[in-house]
């Protein structure tokens, strides 16, 4: 690879994107990265997590945690770093590549139209030619593609810390000569895992010490307390997985990708089906990312909206990196909202009652379920196909 830099001459530099060759991929540690970036003058770091990318995360938590920041979405991270940026620091920010269109904005009319040039680091899912899940695939195909449209420079990430080392002065050369981003693409396998001494998992707490449920079998007394003919839509993820597994009916959505649009979907089924009682199953990682759909849930007052918020406090599907619920009052929020009611439960009879009576009164409704963190680890993936979820759900509201 060559270390040349583009320089600005009229107008915008055309970004250049450097191809993965077949080379055998290496393994880069996580520290190691977290160290050549820190000592090419890189950071803060920020972003939402991907697995392919977990282990810098944990690291960053477990040796650098006032160097990351947890961001609810992905354009958010982007904004920050332009923060960053303006207070003379360098930041990198972290994501999946399906998150990369809620960077679009921020990153071509907020990056590029005030030249604040950001690191980024995005996982490559669904990369051609390596199998991945079905909402992976577009956006695996288009992604270097769309990075150049943006005006973002980007290569893939060197598996050879030497390499890296240059790459990365390159990548820095470029930004300070164009004001544009640069992009490093981290296919799967990239980063080796990371273990740090005496690390716990992330998840919610108990009150008063109460054994909270995992979230299979709190999926289990919400589908058991609901009228058999409610419309349950389900966030992407191990909650629609656990869904399928255990309580498969025509009336269910699985929704997979477009992370926080569960309960905004939703809100679209219940307000144009207004006979029949509505529910999601939606996330706090994903509330987080889509937290002004409450806003707009809480505005229509004659729409019947279960909202079911499980809480274990982390992004579990990516490895259990922490979420900001901890400190997210998720009932104030909905009551500042216009939800008819909220709710806040622990424990399988206060859930089973919450589901109860909020189905009995109508009206848009939050339940907030803290849950523990785990899941079975054989779980499979959905076997209804995505264009045949939604077909069949098209025809369970038409019953």
């Not at 001459?9 to 290496?26: W, Y």
């Not at 030619?129 to 695939?137: F, K, R, V």
Request: net charge neutral; hydrophobic share 40%.
């Amino acid at each position: 690879m060559s270390a040349r830099t583009t320089r600005p001459t009229t107008g915008t530099p055309t970004p250049r994107t450097t191809r993965p060759t077949t080379a055998t991929q290496g393994v880069l540690e996580p520290r190691t990265l977290v160290e050549l970036l820190q000592r090419h003058g890189h950071g803060p770091f920020t972003g939402v997590p991907c697995s392919f990318l977990g282990p810098v995360i944990s690291c960053l938590e477990a040796e650098h945690p006032k160097e990351y920041v947890i961001a609810a979405n992905e354009g958010e991270a982007v904004a920050l770093a332009a923060g960053a940026v303006l207070a003379g620091r360098r930041p990198v920010v972290i994501l999946q590549n399906s998150g990369l269109g809620n960077t679009v904005n921020p990153l071509t009319s907020l990056c590029h139209t005030l030249r604040l040039p950001v690191l980024l680091l995005v996982t490559w899912r669904g990369r051609p030619g390596h199998p991945d899940e079905p909402q992976h695939e577009l956006m695996g195909r288009i992604t270097p593609d769309l990075l150049t449209s943006m005006g973002v420079r980007n290569e893939v990430l060197p598996d050879e810390p030497a390499l890296l080392a240059r790459r990365l002065d390159a990548a820095a050369a470029h930004m300070a000569a164009t004001g544009l981003p640069f992009a490093f693409i981290v296919p799967k396998g990239a980063i080796a895992p990371y273990e740090a001494p005496g690390r716990t998992a992330a998840g919610a707490a108990a009150p008063a010490g109460l054994p909270l449920m995992k979230r299979a079998e709190a999926i289990g007394h919400i589908v058991s307390a609901m009228d058999p003919r409610t419309l349950l839509v389900a966030t992407t993820g191990k909650t629609a997985r656990e869904l399928e597994r255990d309580r498969d009916r025509p009336e269910n959505l699985y929704v997979v990708g477009s992370m926080g649009c569960a309960s905004s979907v939703a809100l679209g089924v219940a307000m144009h089906a207004p006979d029949r009682r509505v529910a999601v199953l939606d996330g706090d990682g994903a509330a987080l990312m889509r937290l002004e759909a409450m806003a707009t849930i809480g505005r229509q007052t004659d729409t019947d909206l279960c909202h079911l918020l499980l809480d274990n406090e982390s992004y579990e599907s990516t490895g259990g990196q922490p979420t900001a619920s901890a400190g997210t009052d998720f009932a104030a929020i909905a009551t500042a909202c216009g939800y008819r009611a909220a709710h806040d439960v622990a424990d399988a009879d206060a859930l089973r009652a919450a589901v109860s009576r909020a189905q009995r009164d109508g009206g848009a409704q939050l339940i907030r379920v803290r849950i523990a963190p785990g899941s079975d680890p054989n779980l499979g993936r959905p076997a209804l196909a995505p264009p045949a979820s939604a077909a069949r759900f098209k025809e369970a509201i038409a019953r």
